[in-house]
RNA sequence: GCGCCUGUAGCUCAGCAGGAUAGAGCAACGCCCUUCUAAGGCGUGGGUCAGGGGUUCGAAUCCCUUUAGGCGCGCCA
C-alpha cells in the first residue's frame, strides 16, 4: 500500500506539487516521531523562511482523513492512523503472495548465466557464491513476472580433456570412476600433474587426445562425453540439496562451431587487429587493454567463447536482460567483451550486466585449489551442516516428526543463508563456525520464526481470519510489524535492481526481530476472540512474508522445528 | 605503473540516488521459560564511520587527496 501517495496527494501545500511532495517523503528516522517525514530545509533559501517556519506552515495545511501532520525542527512528520494503515497493508499482504506477478505481467526475458562449473572437477565451496546468488536471482526475477532462462554455462572444453584421457587409459578403472564419481576422476587428473613432471611426454600425448575431440574422433568423443556425464550426474545431486535449476547446459563445448560467425562479423566491421601475431580489437580508445579474439596459432580464446555465447543467447532468447554471475576478477573480461558487442553494432550490448562477486577463501589461507587439495568440498559442508541440525533438533525437540526432512531445510538453509546474507562483493572467508551458526541472523533463526507463526495459528485451531477489528494492531510493537511487511514488495524490486539477493536477506531478519518482539510479550492464544484473531492475522501475514522471501533465497521453511 | 573494488563496535556486517540520537548479529556480562516453540526476548558495556581537505543548512553517504588490503592488466578460463 502506498501511503505516501495518500500523503502527498492531501497536502495542500502552495509551493510544491504532488509530484515534487512525493519523492521526498521518506521514513521517519524512528516510529515515535511518526510514519513518514518531509525536510523542508531546502526550501528556506527560495521561500526566504526559517525550516521551521516551512514545516509548520506544511503541517497546518495537511489534511487527509488518515494520517496527522506536526512540525518539527524544520521536518514536517506525519503519522498515519494505524488502525488504517494495519487493514491496509495485512489485507494486502494476506490476500497477496500469488498475485505478485501479475501485477507487472512484463513478459519479458532475462538470461541468467551462473554456477558454470567445470567438468571432471567437484563441486567446492569456491561454486557457492555464484550457485546461490544466481539461483536466488533467478527466483527473485521469476517472482517478479519475467520470463527466466537459467544457463549452466559448463567449463567442458580445453586441453584439460586430452589429459584427462591420457591419465584414464593409462591409470584408470572403469569400476572405480563409477564407484566414485569426480573424486577418482580428479585424483587421476592430480596424478597425470605429478607424473607429466617427469615425463614430458604425456603433455604431448595429452595435446593430441585433445585435437581429437576437437576432430572428432570416436573414441576420444565418448570418453570426453562419458567425463561429462560423470561429472553432472554427481553435480546435479548437490544442486537438487540446494533447489538450483537450469534451463539449458550449453557450456564452452557448445560455442565450438558457433564462433566463426563472430570472426567474421569482427572482419566486416574491420575491428579484428594482428598484433604480435594474434587477432585482437584494439580498444585503447575506451582506456582498455586489447581484447584477444586468436591467439597466434589461430585458435580461438576465452573472449572469443563469450562474445559468440552472448550472440546466441541474442538470437535464441531475445533476452531483455543477460546476466553474468561471475567473480570480480573478470571484471575487465566481460567490460572488454560487452564493448566489443557493442562495436560489433549489437545495440542489446547495454543488456549485457556482469554481476560480480567476491572471492571465496580458506581460513588458512591460500587459494582454492583442486590440485593441491585445499578445497573444501560443498557436499561435506551441507552434510556436516544437516548432521547438526539433527543434533539440535535431537536437544530441543525430540518429539518432532519429520526429523530427517526438517534437518536438511534447517542445515541446507544455514549454509546458503551465509552466502547469501552479505553484500555480494564483499570477500568470504569461508568458516565452518560461520556456515554451522544457527543462532542470530541466521536462516534457522527465520525459519524457527515461521514454525512458530504457523505453530500458534495450529494452537489457536486456526480460525477462519475475517472480520478483524484492526484497532487491536495498533500498539507500537504491532505497528513496526505493520511497517515492515508494507516495505516487502519494494524491497523484492530493489534486490533485483541491484542484483543483490542480501537485502532480501537483510528485510527478513528485520522482520522476524519486530515479529519475536512482538510475540514475547502480546499473548495470541487464549485472549479474547477478537484480540487472538487480530495477532494471529499479523502473525500469518509475517509467516506468509518469511516463507516467500526465504523461497526466494533458496531456503525451504518447515512448518515445526 | 595503470585500472577496478573494499576499509563503519573486539569479530562478521547493515546503513551510502545527503537528512533527525550511526544500527544488527556474534563474542562478554546481567536478567526472562509451572502460560502460544528459549534455534527466542530484554538489558549493560563497546564507535575520531581508515586519515586529511572540500561541497552543503546538514556528510558514514557526494568530490579531491593520502593510506591499508584485495583483484585485474595478450595469446589460461
Same mark, same amino acid.
Given at each position: 500500500m502506498d501511503f505516501k501517495k495518500i500523503i502527498s496527494e492531501n497536502l495542500?501545500?502552495? #509551493?510544491?506539487?504532488q509530484e515534487q511532495a512525493y519523492p521526498m517523503l521518506g521514513a521517519c528516522a524512528s516510529l515515535d516521531m511518526g510514519d513518514y517525514c518531509l525536510p523542508c530545509f531546502r526550501f528556506a533559501k527560495e521561500l526566504k523562511k526559517s525550516p521551521q517556519a516551512i514545516a509548520e506552515e506544511v503541517a497546518k495545511g495537511a489534511a487527509g482523513e488518515y494520517f496527522t501532520a506536526e512540525s518539527v525542527g524544520g521536518y514536517v512528520n506525519f503519522r498515519l492512523n494505524r488502525a488504517f494503515m494495519a487493514e491496509k497493508v495485512l489485507t494486502e499482504v494476506a490476500a497477496g503472495g500469488e498475485t505478485f506477478a501479475a501485477e507487472k505481467p512484463n513478459g519479458k526475458t532475462v538470461c541468467i548465466d551462473y554456477s558454470s562449473i567445470n567438468i571432471a572437477k567437484p563441486f567446492h565451496i569456491g561454486h557457492l557464491l555464484t550457485t546461490a546468488i544466481g539461483g536466488s536471482l533467478y527466483r527473485i526475477y521469476k517472482r517478479l513476472g519475467y520470463n527466466v532462462v537459467g544457463i549452466n554455462?559448463?567449463?567442458?572444453?580445453?586441453?584439460q580433456f586430452g589429459k584427462m584421457i591420457v591419465a584414464f587409459k593409462k591409470w584408470g578403472d572403469k569400476k572405480d570412476v563409477e564407484k566414485r564419481g569426480v573424486h577418482a576422476l580428479v585424483e587421476l587428473y592430480v596424478r597425470f600433474h605429478k607424473e607429466a613432471e617427469q615425463d614430458e611426454k604425456l603433455d604431448d600425448e595429452a595435446r593430441a587426445w585433445f585435437k581429437k575431440i576437437e576432430d572428432g574422433d570416436k573414441e576420444a568423443t565418448e570418453l570426453f562425453k562419458y567425463f561429462k556425464a560423470v561429472t553432472l550426474q554427481e553435480v546435479d545431486k548437490v544442486y537438487k540439496r540446494l533447489g538450483i535449476e537450469f534451463d539449458?547446459?550449453?557450456?564452452?563445448? &557448445?560455442?565450438n562451431d558457433k564462433m566463426d560467425g563472430v570472426i567474421e562479423t569482427l572482419k566486416e566491421k574491420n575491428l579484428l587487429k594482428q598484433s604480435d601475431g594474434a587477432s585482437i580489437v584494439d580498444l585503447s580508445d575506451y582506456n582498455m587493454p586489447p581484447c584477444l579474439?586468436?591467439?597466434?596459432?589461430g585458435a580461438s580464446l576465452y573472449a572469443t567463447r563469450d562474445l559468440a555465447a552472448a550472440v546466441y543467447r541474442k538470437n535464441t532468447y531475445d533476452f531483455d536482460k543477460n546476466l553474468y554471475v561471475v567473480a570480480y576478477q573478470q571484471n575487465l573480461h566481460f567490460k572488454q567483451v560487452f564493448k566489443v558487442l557493442e562495436l560489433m553494432g549489437?545495440?542489446?550490448?547495454?543488456d549485457c550486466v556482469h554481476v560480480p562477486f567476491g572471492m571465496v577463501s580458506l581460513e588458512g589461507g591460500g587459494s582454492l585449489s583442486t590440485r593441491s587439495g585445499n578445497v573444501v568440498y560443498l557436499s561435506d559442508v551441507l552434510d556436516t551442516a544437516v548432521e547438526k541440525a539433527e543434533r539440535v533438533i535431537e536437544e530441543k525437540?525430540?518429539?518432532?516428526?519429520?526429523k530427517e526432512k526438517t534437518a536438511k531445510q534447517v542445515g541446507v538453509g544455514a549454509v546458503l543463508f551465509m552466502a547469501l546474507s552479505?553484500?555480494?562483493i564483499k570477500d568470504l572467508v569461508f568458516s565452518y563456525d560461520k556456515a554451522l551458526s &544457527?543462532?542470530?541472523?541466521t536462516a534457522p533463526y527465520l525459519q524457527y520464526t515461521q514454525a512458530r507463526c504457523r505453530s500458534v495459528r495450529v494452537k489457536c485451531?486456526?480460525?477462519?481470519?475475517?472480520?478483524?477489528? #484492526?484497532?487491536?494492531?495498533?500498539d507500537d510493537a504491532a505497528a513496526a510489524v505493520v511497517t515492515l511487511l508494507n516495505r516487502y514488495k519494494a524491497v523484492i524490486c530493489d534486490a533485483a535492481e541491484k542484483y543483490e539477493p542480501s537485502i532480501i536477506a537483510k528485510y527478513l531478519i528485520d522482520l522476524a526481530q519486530s515479529y519475536n518482539a512482538f510475540y514475547v510479550d502480546h499473548r495470541i492464544a487464549g485472549e479474547i476472540e477478537d484480540v487472538t484473531k487480530a495477532r494471529l492475522m499479523l502473525s500469518e501475514c509475517v509467516r506468509k512474508t518469511l516463507k516467500d522471501g526465504l523461497n526466494l533465497l533458496l531456503i525451504e521453511s518447515p512448518d515445526k522445528m
Amino acid at each position: 500500500m502506498d501511503f505516501k501517495k495518500i500523503i502527498s496527494e492531501n497536502l495542500n501545500c502552495g #509551493f510544491l506539487t504532488q509530484e515534487q511532495a512525493y519523492p521526498m517523503l521518506g521514513a521517519c528516522a524512528s516510529l515515535d516521531m511518526g510514519d513518514y517525514c518531509l525536510p523542508c530545509f531546502r526550501f528556506a533559501k527560495e521561500l526566504k523562511k526559517s525550516p521551521q517556519a516551512i514545516a509548520e506552515e506544511v503541517a497546518k495545511g495537511a489534511a487527509g482523513e488518515y494520517f496527522t501532520a506536526e512540525s518539527v525542527g524544520g521536518y514536517v512528520n506525519f503519522r498515519l492512523n494505524r488502525a488504517f494503515m494495519a487493514e491496509k497493508v495485512l489485507t494486502e499482504v494476506a490476500a497477496g503472495g500469488e498475485t505478485f506477478a501479475a501485477e507487472k505481467p512484463n513478459g519479458k526475458t532475462v538470461c541468467i548465466d551462473y554456477s558454470s562449473i567445470n567438468i571432471a572437477k567437484p563441486f567446492h565451496i569456491g561454486h557457492l557464491l555464484t550457485t546461490a546468488i544466481g539461483g536466488s536471482l533467478y527466483r527473485i526475477y521469476k517472482r517478479l513476472g519475467y520470463n527466466v532462462v537459467g544457463i549452466n554455462h559448463l567449463g567442458d572444453w580445453g586441453t584439460q580433456f586430452g589429459k584427462m584421457i591420457v591419465a584414464f587409459k593409462k591409470w584408470g578403472d572403469k569400476k572405480d570412476v563409477e564407484k566414485r564419481g569426480v573424486h577418482a576422476l580428479v585424483e587421476l587428473y592430480v596424478r597425470f600433474h605429478k607424473e607429466a613432471e617427469q615425463d614430458e611426454k604425456l603433455d604431448d600425448e595429452a595435446r593430441a587426445w585433445f585435437k581429437k575431440i576437437e576432430d572428432g574422433d570416436k573414441e576420444a568423443t565418448e570418453l570426453f562425453k562419458y567425463f561429462k556425464a560423470v561429472t553432472l550426474q554427481e553435480v546435479d545431486k548437490v544442486y537438487k540439496r540446494l533447489g538450483i535449476e537450469f534451463d539449458s547446459y550449453n557450456g564452452e563445448s &557448445f560455442y565450438n562451431d558457433k564462433m566463426d560467425g563472430v570472426i567474421e562479423t569482427l572482419k566486416e566491421k574491420n575491428l579484428l587487429k594482428q598484433s604480435d601475431g594474434a587477432s585482437i580489437v584494439d580498444l585503447s580508445d575506451y582506456n582498455m587493454p586489447p581484447c584477444l579474439i586468436l591467439r597466434s596459432d589461430g585458435a580461438s580464446l576465452y573472449a572469443t567463447r563469450d562474445l559468440a555465447a552472448a550472440v546466441y543467447r541474442k538470437n535464441t532468447y531475445d533476452f531483455d536482460k543477460n546476466l553474468y554471475v561471475v567473480a570480480y576478477q573478470q571484471n575487465l573480461h566481460f567490460k572488454q567483451v560487452f564493448k566489443v558487442l557493442e562495436l560489433m553494432g549489437y545495440d542489446w550490448a547495454k543488456d549485457c550486466v556482469h554481476v560480480p562477486f567476491g572471492m571465496v577463501s580458506l581460513e588458512g589461507g591460500g587459494s582454492l585449489s583442486t590440485r593441491s587439495g585445499n578445497v573444501v568440498y560443498l557436499s561435506d559442508v551441507l552434510d556436516t551442516a544437516v548432521e547438526k541440525a539433527e543434533r539440535v533438533i535431537e536437544e530441543k525437540n525430540p518429539g518432532l516428526k519429520e526429523k530427517e526432512k526438517t534437518a536438511k531445510q534447517v542445515g541446507v538453509g544455514a549454509v546458503l543463508f551465509m552466502a547469501l546474507s552479505t553484500s555480494k562483493i564483499k570477500d568470504l572467508v569461508f568458516s565452518y563456525d560461520k556456515a554451522l551458526s &544457527f543462532e542470530g541472523e541466521t536462516a534457522p533463526y527465520l525459519q524457527y520464526t515461521q514454525a512458530r507463526c504457523r505453530s500458534v495459528r495450529v494452537k489457536c485451531g486456526e480460525p477462519e481470519l475475517n472480520n478483524i477489528d #484492526f484497532s487491536l494492531l495498533t500498539d507500537d510493537a504491532a505497528a513496526a510489524v505493520v511497517t515492515l511487511l508494507n516495505r516487502y514488495k519494494a524491497v523484492i524490486c530493489d534486490a533485483a535492481e541491484k542484483y543483490e539477493p542480501s537485502i532480501i536477506a537483510k528485510y527478513l531478519i528485520d522482520l522476524a526481530q519486530s515479529y519475536n518482539a512482538f510475540y514475547v510479550d502480546h499473548r495470541i492464544a487464549g485472549e479474547i476472540e477478537d484480540v487472538t484473531k487480530a495477532r494471529l492475522m499479523l502473525s500469518e501475514c509475517v509467516r506468509k512474508t518469511l516463507k516467500d522471501g526465504l523461497n526466494l533465497l533458496l531456503i525451504e521453511s518447515p512448518d515445526k522445528m
